[in-house]
């Protein structure tokens, strides 16, 4: 979706989507470069020996 720079008059604004999306997008790059995301509360680990299970199939 692309965000229009005029208004429509038919379509009442209730926020401002394009300044959250742009602050959230900013966020998110920001904390994959400093490293902090992801961390190890949002992976998920295999159980020993299952990437090996895995690889010989």
């Known amino acids: 979706m692309a965000f229009l720079k005029g208004r ?3 379509a009442k604004r209730y926020a ?3 300044e959250i999306a ?3 997008a900013k966020t ?3 904390e994959v ?4 995301y992801p961390g190890p ?6 159980h020993e ?8 199939l």
């Open 8 to 10: 429509i008059r038919f």
């Open 16 to 18: 401002n989507l394009k």
């Open 22 to 24: 742009v602050a959230a």
């Open 28 to 30: 998110f790059v920001s």
């Open 33 to 36: 470069r400093k490293q902090i």
């Open 41 to 46: 509360e949002h992976c998920y680990n295999m």
């Open 49 to 56: 020996g299952e990437y090996d299970k895995l690889v010989s």
